[in-house]
């Protein structure tokens, strides 16, 4: 529960709202700061009373089964779930599980598509205190190996989307073979051998509820779930998302009242936190009702949102793009949307959607996976993540702010710059820095990995000895009225297709390819495309051309080794390359040049997916690439 000092600055801040007017000529900004302060109050609140009572998101959905069993938990495919329906469901995967004789805290890895099965699935393994390794279902090859292997699963579940079953027969033989793995959607006739029926075993399992006691080892710190991530170096690495973060992240809908005659519609992987963590939790957090679509669609967009009764959405900035595009229509200010909450919404589009659909109010965050906080927008400004005065910093002490920070960061030497006292300097008005976050003593790792991994994402001894911070990697503005603009990530991972690409990732794979000497990758900015298209510069070894069966081996090996989104668009091929002093590629140039000829003298190549290679981008036809959707 919250204190009595602040339970003070509460009604501090709520006396204060009263002489907002008078404020406003010496702060202008001070009612923004209220309206953003009391709608993290409401988090808190919440958030608070299950930690300190030990609420974990499968008690709370177990109170609801017992609530409203007959209420409407999903809609998807013309189908209805209720609560009860996905109760029996996670029953059966629960007691399915238990039959394996598995320990108290193992994982269980999952690779599923947005379907009923992952969150029965989800709830099943919570039911007995598992972990749920949420696989990256557009994974292949050696990404999809390490993922797997990463996690340390017990058993892999697959579902019943088109080749993921192929997918993980590719790298089967470099799994254990004692590793159960069970598929959805196939008959145990129709699976090769070493894989087992899903559908089978829950046909012939009854809903039989499990005891509590099963998770009685179970505490806040226990991982809930591992979500990949990117990061900035390497391959997916799981990021570790507890019971506590689960709590807390099942709350921030109530910034605006997300309550239980809500629908909220989810066309996002479930796989991301995004709409795991925001869509799906905080739907159970208040016993809502949630809209599932397998894949997103732009032209089915708002005739699921009419068809469901959808009230809140979550997105990703990409999406309302896509959804520009749709012809207009009579019907498009035709729904019952009252926000519209997720990242990414980039400054070019958030009007234009905002006012062709009439949507009231848009919500825009800022935050990370493994991070340990979140930047919020409650006050619809547009283009804004969220707020950070000096008020605001202050009053993120008592937990009505984030205990975020943004601080001055030297770009060339790609570190935070510290005053004579050693000690970081916060960013001010008109000023744009590194976003940091405060991280609770508890928390000693990010990742499941190594202590060296994890240590790379700390910042320590930044305003006070001993003190921690985690480092997003992104640089945020400060405006004159404090609010925040996300402005550019840093180091190694950009952003496409609504996926966090590695670059280092990208470039051990076509590193392998024995006529490639070198490899830097990066991301750039193509117009009306959000995000940073892959672009490769290539440093071919001595002797080797650039000739047909060279490009058509490079997409090739991107097209068996590389997610579709990871594989870069354009290739740029070098006759050297440039290194920092620490041997590390230079990029600021190359992602300024991009990939107009008209600039770049190298050969520039753009992917050709008709013919399964690269073709020559010239003048002419660089121009057609800029008017394409990527």
Same mark, same amino acid.
């Given at each position: 529960m919250p204190s009595n000092r602040t339970n003070v600055l509460y009604g501090a801040a709520g006396a204060a709202a009263g002489g907002v007017v008078a404020w406003r000529s010496l702060f202008p900004w001070i009612g923004d700061d209220l309206t953003t302060a009391l709608g993290m109050k409401k988090v808190g609140d919440r958030k608070d009373t299950d930690l300190a009572n030990e609420v974990y998101l499968i008690d709370t959905f177990e109170g609801f089964v017992k609530q409203h069993p007959n209420k409407v938990f999903l809609y998807f495919e013309e189908r209805e779930y209720t609560y009860e329906f996905v109760n029996n469901m996670a029953n059966k995967i629960a007691n399915i599980v238990l039959s394996l004789n598995l320990s108290p805290g193992d994982t269980v890895a999952t690779m599923i598509e947005n379907e009923p099965s992952f969150v029965w699935t989800l709830l099943g393994l919570q039911k007995i205190g598992l972990v749920d390794a949420f696989i990256n279902y557009h994974l292949t090859a050696e990404p999809l190996l390490h993922s797997i292997r990463a996690s340390s699963a017990k058993v892999v579940i697959i579902g019943s989307g088109e080749g993921l079953l192929e997918s993980v027969n590719e790298i089967r033989h470099n799994l254990s073979e004692n590793l159960p793995i069970y598929v959805q959607g196939r008959s145990q006739s129709e699976l090769p051998p070493g894989y087992l029926s899903l559908d089978h075993a829950m046909e012939r399992t009854l809903p039989l509820p499990v005891s509590k006691h099963l998770r009685s080892h179970v505490t806040l710190m226990s991982p809930l779930c591992y979500i990949y991530t990117s990061g900035t170096t390497g391959l997916p690495k799981p990021a570790i998302f507890n019971q506590a973060k689960a709590i807390s992240a099942s709350k921030i809908w109530a910034s605006f009242d997300f309550n239980d005659s809500d629908v909220s519609y989810a066309v996002t992987p479930l796989y991301h936190s995004g709409a795991a963590s925001l869509c799906l939790m905080n739907t159970i957090a208040v016993g809502a009702s949630m809209a599932l679509r397998r894949k997103f669609s732009a032209r089915h967009y708002w005739e699921d949102c009419r068809k469901y009764k959808v009230t809140v959405v979550h997105y990703i900035g990409e999406l309302f793009r896509y959804i520009l595009k749709v012809p207009e229509s009579p019907l498009d200010d035709v729904h019952n949307i009252r926000v519209a909450m997720g990242n990414g919404l980039r400054l070019d589009i958030w009007k234009k959607f905002q006012d062709r659909f009439k949507i009231p109010v848009i919500v825009e965050h800022f935050g990370a996976t493994e991070g340990t906080s979140i930047a919020i927008n409650l006050t619809n400004k547009v283009g804004a993540v969220g707020r950070l005065s000096p008020l605001m910093r202050f009053a993120s002490k008592y937990k009505l702010s984030a205990p975020i920070r943004v601080i001055h960061y030297d770009r060339v030497k790609d570190e935070p710059i510290r005053g004579k006292n050693g000690f970081c300097i916060d960013c001010g008005a008109g000023e744009e820095g590194l976003i940091i976050s405060e991280v609770p003593e508890t928390t000693t790792q990010f990742y499941v990995g190594s202590k060296a991994m994890n240590e790379k994402k700390f910042l320590r001894d930044v305003f006070v000895k001993g003190d921690a911070y985690f480092n997003y990697g992104d640089i945020l503005f400060v405006d004159k009225d404090y609010y925040l603009y996300f402005r550019d990530r840093l180091g190694d991972t950009f952003r496409w297709k609504s996926e966090n690409v590695s670059t280092r990732e990208v470039a051990e794979v076509l590193s392998t390819l024995k006529f490639i000497q070198d490899v830097n990758v990066y991301g750039v900015e193509v117009p009306d495309n959000d995000g940073k298209a892959g672009m490769a510069a290539i440093l071919?070894?001595?002797? %080797?051309?650039? %000739?047909? /069966?060279?490009?058509?081996?490079?997409?090739?090996?991107? @097209? =068996?080794? $590389?997610?579709?989104? @990871?594989?870069?668009?354009?290739?740029?091929?070098?006759?050297?390359? +440039?290194? %920092?002093? %620490?041997?590390?590629? =230079?990029?600021?140039? $190359?992602? =300024? /040049?991009?990939? +107009?000829?008209?600039? *770049?003298?190298?050969? $520039?190549?753009?992917?050709? *997916?008709? +013919?399964?290679?690269y073709s020559p981008l010239d003048s002419s036809s660089f121009h057609q690439v800029i008017k394409s959707r990527l």
């Open positions: 071919l070894k001595d002797g %080797t051309s650039i %000739t047909p /069966e060279v490009l058509q081996q490079i997409y090739k090996k991107c @097209a =068996k080794s $590389l997610p579709s989104y @990871a594989r870069p668009i354009f290739l740029r091929f070098q006759a050297d390359f +440039n290194v %920092t002093q %620490t041997m590390k590629h =230079k990029k600021s140039d $190359l992602v =300024k /040049e991009g990939y +107009n000829p008209d600039i *770049v003298s190298d050969p $520039l190549f753009c992917v050709d *997916v008709k +013919n399964k290679t």
